[in-house]
Antibody
Framework: EVQLVESGGGLVQPGGSLRLSCAAS????????MIWVRQAPGKGLEWVAN????????YYVDSVKGRFTISRDNAKNSLFLQMNSLRAEDTAVYYC??????WGQGTLVTVSS | DIVMTQTPLSSPVTLGQPASISCRSS???????????LSWLQQRPGQPPRLLIY???NRFSGVPDRFSGSGAGTDFTLKISRVEAEDVGVYYC????????FGQGTKLEIK
């Protein structure tokens, strides 16, 4: 079964950091671009970042540039999102996905004092 | 940046009747590799997004055949041939041809 499972979310204070992980099973991520998407409470979906197959190309939405870093470990079939200098507006459920193969169930990140 | 515009934003439908959602992109979604990375996702209340259609018209595994996608270039459509109660939710189009962008979402509800 094709599956993506996110982890690493939680409650963090403004200015803090979190590292999200996304473990894939049932397919090999090394063949695909991978993305992170987020959904703030009561809002629509927002693309956050994507990364190419070997990690040499990375792109980010303007609001997270310089604060978030997407990375991957193809040997571990995993995707990551390092989030630094977190703000209240980063509060959201974060999903990893490959847009033609699988979407994860999400992990909640809450930024609050 | 590519802007995705969905219409309508709300769609009250009678059970058993068809429904249609349109999605227009601000520029062509044809990728240099020849593919068009336009997907449709369904999000039921309280649930994560679920992939329905990818690359315009390919139904994802397990998706009922009452769902179909069509279009080309900048204009795309999701059709539900006969709406069932379990189809209630918000539907999003998404382009992954150039970075990523979502439509605003269309709320499907039963009349």
């Amino acid at each position: 079964e094709v599956q993506l499972v996110e982890s690493g979310g939680g409650l963090v204070q403004p200015g803090g950091s979190l590292r999200l992980s996304c473990a894939a099973s049932g397919f090999t991520i090394s063949s695909y671009w991978m993305i992170w998407v987020r959904q703030a409470p009561g809002k629509g979906l927002e693309w956050v970042a994507n990364i190419n197959q070997d990690g040499s190309e990375k792109y980010y939405v303007d609001s997270v540039k310089g604060r978030f870093t997407i990375s991957r470990d193809n040997a571990k079939n995993s995707l990551f999102l390092q989030m630094n200098s977190l703000r209240a507006e980063d509060t959201a459920v974060y999903y990893c996905a490959e847009t033609t193969v699988a979407w994860g169930q999400g992990t909640l990140v809450t930024v609050s004092s | 940046d590519i802007v995705m515009t969905q219409t309508p934003l709300s769609s009250p439908v009678t059970l058993g009747q068809p429904a249609s959602i349109s999605c227009r992109s601000s520029q062509s979604l044809v990728h240099s590799d020849g593919n068009t990375y336009l997907s449709w996702l369904q999000q039921r209340p309280g649930q994560p997004p679920r992939l329905l259609i990818y690359k315009i018209s390919n139904r994802f595994s397990g998706v009922p055949d009452r769902f179909s996608g069509s279009g080309a270039g900048t204009d795309f459509t999701l059709k539900i041939s006969r709406v069932e109660a379990e189809d209630v939710g918000v539907y999003y189009c998404m382009q992954a041809t150039q970075l990523g962008t979502f439509g605003q979402g269309t709320k499907l509800e039963i009349k």
